[in-house]
């Protein structure tokens, strides 16, 4: 009886991580309705890392690996080319990676959580709430870094708690190590992982008896971390960095400057009051404020259709009331350490994308919320728990009347997120997932033969990594490709060429007459090359054949390869 007493958390865990990977697997190659562009950047990378050993911009394993558009974090590129390399360069490919180290995390925070409280309720609780978090769940389903980040943290502080515990120098090289990878994973953790560490080693540490662990901790840490530490200080990081913070926010500077020129004000009295640091200090604080509004949180989230389903919030509304019971009874006993925890995570979390231009609403940067949120969740719903089992032994009738409303509304919102999610959530942002793009290119790729020269518009959405991904291109051929439009390179078009056949160009406009040639297939799309709605689908010029058209999920075309006649 007590070796089944002793397996049944394993079990209730077992189910919730079955139900995490299924809510986090099923249709990864429908939805999202498409990969978009970052996702084949990921996965292109992959493919080019696992073939050459080098990213596609030629540069052998990079600690900072360039793209086309940006530079950015190589660890996801590195993770995902062994799934390329057993499942092809395709959505399953690319985005399993996310769904199966999203589920894993689920499994750390268990046992983070109970390792710091000792209790299994709690445990499962916490690992429930982020099962089904439709914040989770979304950034689990899409080539996104931070799902990666989280894994990588939680696994990082679990690794550090054990090594404290057990004295395990292994533990604390893991934990190193750990917690380094998450910095190469997505940018925020440059600035919550050191904190987090700091807050860990001062708080359930001692110094002095766990001395050899803790700097063991730190030193592998910042040996593996002085390549992106470097690139950081002097590389592409810092230049990726510029583009977001908000310390290099042009708009700053110009809402000084015309504040300073009000008629009638004192120029010395105006650059007391509106002056830069000023300024700084009071986007940082309307960041924070932001990451924990309502409006973010449960009402409509982060206002990239990508990142947040827009019907709902990050988190579902009757977390609400839990939260809130969940943060009272952490505040109210914040002197226990494990509280103290907890309360520490979710007030750090905000602070990197709070230095961020858009961090107050940014999903990504703040997804580090949904973990303390998660615990939060858990405290509040354990309360609910033990009240209801105390009401259950006073009156069973008030206990069937309260059971039924607090297992209903929640599961029919979950409900009521996943029929949105699958049903309505597809179709409402196509344009986000840059949806028709997949089939314009197979269908290119597989007429190109028959055709002299290949010319298709990159304007509606950068083509090449779309074409290249879904040709599954040479790498090595691209190491040198100048992909920079330039003036009358394509046949008096503005453009550039991957090869002697296929070429990418800016066609200025609707697609013209004098422009067309009967050996060229040309990809063009509805928005940008076809004068208002005009259908060719239906009704083409007589000077063009059009060979297919790609249509969006309501049926309107979005592109078209055509041909001259």
Known sequence: MAKIRFFRPLILLSVIVIVAFLLRTIALDKNPPELFGDELDVGYQAFSLLKTAHDYKGHFLPTYLQSFAEWRTPFL??????????????????????????????????????????????????????????????????????????????????????????????????????????????????????????????????????KKKIMAVWFIFIIIIIPLIYNIVFGHAATRYSQFSIFNDQETVRRINSMRSYPG?????????????????????????????????????????????????????????????????????FRLKQNLFWLSWLLIAPIPASLTIDGGYHASRLILMVVPLSVLSAYGGLLIIEKLISFRKKSSVLFGLLLIPILFIPLMEFLHYQHYYWKHYPIDSWRWWHYGYKEAMTSLISLEKDFNQVLIETTYEP????????????????????????????????????????????????LRKEQVKGNTLYLISQEKNIPGDWDWSESPPDWVEVIKTIKNPWGDPIFYLVTGV
């Open 463 to 510: 083509a090449l990594i779309r074409y290249i991904f879904w040709k599954k291109y040479d790498p090595q051929k691209i190491y040198h490709l100048d992909d920079q439009l330039k003036e009358n390179a394509v046949e008096g078009l503005t453009g550039f060429c991957l090869d002697e056949k296929v070429c990418f160009v800016n066609l200025r406009g609707d």
């Open 77 to 210: 590129m590195y993770v995902t080319a062994p799934f390329v390399a057993i499942f092809g360069l395709n959505e399953w490919g690319v985005r399993l990676p996310s769904a199966v180290f999203g589920s894993l995390t689920i499994v750390l925070l268990y046992f983070l959580v109970l390792h710091l409280s000792k209790n299994e309720k709690l445990s499962l609780l916490s690992a429930f709430f982020l099962t089904i978090s439709p914040w989770h769940i979304q950034y689990s389903r899409a080539a996104f870094e931070v799902a990666l980040m989280l894994f990588l943290i939680v696994g990082g502080l679990l690794a550090f708690f054990q090594a404290g515990q057990k004295g395990s120098f292994k533990m604390g090289v893991l934990a190193g190590v750990l917690f380094a990878l998450s910095l190469y994973s997505y940018n925020t953790a440059n600035v919550f992982v050191p904190l987090m560490m700091i807050f860990t080693t001062f708080c359930f540490f001692s110094f002095k008896k766990q």
């Open 265 to 333: 004000t004192n120029p010395i009295l105006e650059q007391v009051f509106h002056n830069k640091p000023i300024e700084w200090s009071k986007k940082i604080i309307q960041n924070y404020a932001t990451a924990f509004s309502p409006q973010f949180l449960f009402i409509h989230g982060d206002v990239t259709f990508r990142h947040s389903l827009h019907e709902i919030g990050q988190i579902l509304w009757f977390q609400l009331p839990l939260i809130l019971l969940g943060l009272y009874w952490v505040v109210k006993n």
